[in-house]
């Protein structure tokens, strides 16, 4: 057995867009019909873009990460917050939920960090100007 750890299943090298969409629904466990119907577009929308066929726009691509618990750029390049490739190990699902549920909050807690980050500027523009 080789040791897979090192790889990264979903680069560009790897991997389409489509195939990393398709990674991060399954992983999730959900259908296409599924992921489609949370996204508000047709299944066969969605079957075009896990087929490379087709893009999302930029709003249905983040509403893509959202719900896939994935990050943007890992969707577009395979780099970045995703999940991990493929592995021999037979992880139950318990500990699946556990992982994903922990990727949820990484990437929660990523945003609040970006959104207090945006809040100090203003509030570092609001003190400045009430200053003058």
Same mark, same amino acid.
């Given at each position: 057995?080789?040791?897979?750890?090192?790889?990264?299943?979903?680069?560009?090298?790897?991997?389409?867009?489509?195939?990393?969409?398709?990674?991060?629904?399954?992983?999730?466990?959900?259908?296409?019909?599924? !992921? =489609?119907?949370? &996204?508000? %577009?047709?299944?066969?929308? $969605?079957?075009g873009? /896990?087929? @490379?066929?087709?893009?999302?726009?930029?709003?249905?691509?983040?509403? !893509? =990460?959202?719900? &896939?618990? %994935?990050?943007?750029?890992? $969707?577009?390049?395979? /780099?970045? @917050?995703?999940?991990?490739?493929?592995?021999?190990?037979?992880?139950?699902l318990?500990?699946?939920?556990?992982?994903?549920?922990?990727?949820?909050?990484?990437?929660?807690?990523?945003?609040?960090?970006?959104?207090?980050?945006?809040?100090?500027?203003?509030?570092?523009?609001?003190?400045?100007?009430?200053?003058?």
């Amino acid at each position: 057995m080789t040791d897979t750890s090192d790889v990264n299943w979903y680069s560009n090298d790897a991997a389409t867009f489509g195939d990393r969409i398709a990674a991060a629904r399954e992983g999730q466990g959900l259908s296409q019909k599924d !992921l =489609a119907k949370k &996204l508000g %577009v047709a299944t066969k929308t $969605l079957d075009g873009w /896990e087929n @490379d066929l087709s893009e999302p726009r930029a709003n249905r691509l983040q509403m !893509l =990460a959202g719900l &896939l618990n %994935v990050s943007m750029p890992w $969707l577009l390049t395979g /780099e970045g @917050d995703g999940p991990d490739g493929p592995s021999d190990s037979g992880e139950p699902l318990e500990l699946r939920e556990v992982m994903a549920e922990m990727r949820m909050l990484r990437t929660q807690m990523s945003q609040a960090a970006d959104r207090i980050g945006v809040l100090e500027k203003r509030l570092r523009t609001a003190v400045a100007d009430s200053a003058a």
